[in-house]
Structure formats: C-alpha cells, structure tokens
Antibody, heavy 113, light 109 residues
Framework: EVQLVESGGGLVQPGGSLRLSCAVS????????MNWVRQAPGKGLEWVSY????????YYADSVKGRFTISRDNAKNSLYLQMNSLRDEDTAMYYC??????WGQGTMVTVSS | QAVVTQEPSLTVSPGGTVTLTCGSS?????????PYWFQQKPGQAPRTLIY???NQHSWTPARFSGSLLGGKAALTLSGAQPEDEGDYYC?????????FGGGTKLTVL
C-alpha cells in the first residue's frame, strides 16, 4: 500500500524556520517526482514546489522562491521542505504528493507571533 | 504566472449530469497542460480523480470522466450521488510551474 506521511509542522514565529518531512512507503520512491502543495485555512490548493526523481529538476512557486528549499533522500525514502523567513501567509496545511496522484494527510504549519 | 479558472459553485440533482470546466489565462487548454482533477471533502486530503486529461485511477468512480471541451479541460459527472458533494480542483502544468484553479464547490441537491 502506498503511504505518504508528513511531519514537522507546528507553530513558528514570523521570520522563523521549519523543516517538513514526508516519509513514503509502498512504491519505488527514487522513480517518481514529488510535489509539495499547501492549503491555507478555508482556502484553495496552492502548489509550492516540485522535485524530479533524481533531484535534477526543481521548481518553486513565486510565493516561496528564495525562502523554501525542496530536497529528497532516495536512500531514506524521504522528501523534505526547508522553510525559512516564514510569513503569516505561509500558514497552511502542507501536503506532499507522489507526482500529483497520491497525497499524504498533511502537516499543519502556523506562523504567528 | 498563469491564472486557472473554475466555476465557483455548481449544483446538480441526484442522478443528474454536470460538467466542471478548467480554463487558462494563457489560452486554450491542451493535453500538454496535463490536466488533473481532484476531489476534496471537508477535513480530508485531496484525492486525485483524473490525470493527464482523461485517465482515471483505480479508485475513481466510473461516473467521473475527463475531457477537453471548448478550449478548456472538463470533468463530467454523470449520475451524481450525494457522496459526490464537495470541492473540486483542477491543476494545469506550465513550463516550470503547476497552477491550481480556485476550485468548484459542488452541491448535490
């Protein structure tokens, strides 16, 4: 069974940092691209970042470019999102997704003083 | 950055048919945008229904189908069920970016 489990969310002050993780199982992680997608409370879905299977290609939404860094460790079947210089508007549920086909349950990030 | 547009809300009668659309500010939506459709119910993670315009997953009810229609991507629900009520999002791929539509709140009433 394919599983994606996000962790690392929590409450952080504006300007702070967090590192999200996504542990995967049930498929050959190294063969698939991955995405991070977020959803602010009561709002729609927003794509955040993409990483190819070998990490050769990486894309970011303009709203996070220069502040967030996506990475992966294929040996550990894990995807990461390093989030720096966090803002109030980064408050959201963060989902990892295998391609855009299989989704985790999300981890909540709250940026507030 | 491109803007992807969806109907904010639609209502369908039980057993009825409804079509949700997904347009792009850059022009005609094609298979090269690799359209996706997602369903989300309150308190749940999104679930992918359709990928690459027309392809269904094993868990996608047969009553959902994807297509290109009138320059947009389309999701058609034929024979709506009460459990189909929820939010529906489309996703289009552009060079170096993915963009979600604003979502359609579907009511089955």
């Amino acid at each position: 069974e394919v599983q994606l489990v996000e962790s690392g969310g929590g409450l952080v002050q504006p300007g702070g940092s967090l590192r999200l993780s996504c542990a995967v199982s049930g498929f050959i992680f190294s063969s698939y691209s991955m995405n991070w997608v977020r959803q602010a409370p009561g709002k729609g879905l927003e794509w955040v970042s993409y990483i190819s299977s070998s990490s050769n290609t990486i894309y970011y939404a303009d709203s996070v470019k220069g502040r967030f860094t996506i990475s992966r460790d294929n040996a550990k079947n894990s995807l990461y999102l390093q989030m720096n210089s966090l803002r109030d508007e980064d408050t959201a549920m963060y989902y990892c997704a295998k391609d855009c086909n299989i989704w985790g349950q999300g981890t909540m990030v709250t940026v507030s003083s | 950055q491109a803007v992807v547009t969806q109907e904010p809300s639609l209502t369908v009668s039980p057993g009825g048919t409804v079509t949700l659309t997904c347009g792009s500010s850059t022009g005609t939506v094609t298979s090269g945008h690799y359209p996706y459709w997602f369903q989300q119910k309150p308190g749940q993670a999104p679930r992918t229904l359709i990928y690459n315009t027309i392809n269904q997953h094993s868990w996608t009810p047969a009553r959902f189908s994807g297509s290109l229609l009138g320059g947009k991507a389309a999701l058609t629900l034929s024979g709506a069920q009460p459990e189909d009520e929820g939010d529906y999002y489309c996703l289009l791929s552009y060079s170096g970016a993915l963009v979600f539509g604003g979502g359609t709140k579907l009511t089955v009433l």
